[in-house]
């Protein structure tokens, strides 16, 4: 039988949410979780999966931005060298905004 777990089912707007299993889609829903849930859902994963293996998605997961990344690597004392983004932030300025 699948365990369910009390998520929006917007936070699932690509997959069919009653198909996914709390137990063997782990690393999906925790993963979206972070990247696009709310204190409510922070804390129904915390609950059902415990911060141990949070911590070891998290690592694995790749952020959809890098606040998100710089927010999780605080609140779950983990090393931001440790988490990966999908976007690289650009620390020059391209020199087309800056010729006139």
């Known amino acids: 039988m699948k ?15 009653r198909k996914l299993d709390a137990e063997k889609n782990a690393q999906f829903i925790i993963g979206r979780v972070l990247d696009f ?20 998605v998290a690592q694995k997961h790749i952020f959809f931005d890098p606040r998100s990344a710089n927010f999780w690597a605080m609140a779950l004392g983990i090393p931001l060298k440790n988490l ?17």
């Not at 365990?3 to 949410?17: A, E, H, I, N, Y």
């Not at 990966?84 to 006139?100: E, G």
């Open 37 to 56: 849930g709310n204190l409510k859902e922070w804390e129904v994963i915390k609950n059902f999966y415990g911060l141990v293996k949070i911590r070891k």
């Open 3 to 17: 365990k369910q777990l009390l998520l929006r089912s917007t936070l699932f707007w690509d997959v069919g949410p």
């Open 84 to 100: 990966r983004c999908t976007k690289k932030l650009l620390l020059k300025t391209p020199k087309t905004f800056l010729m006139r």
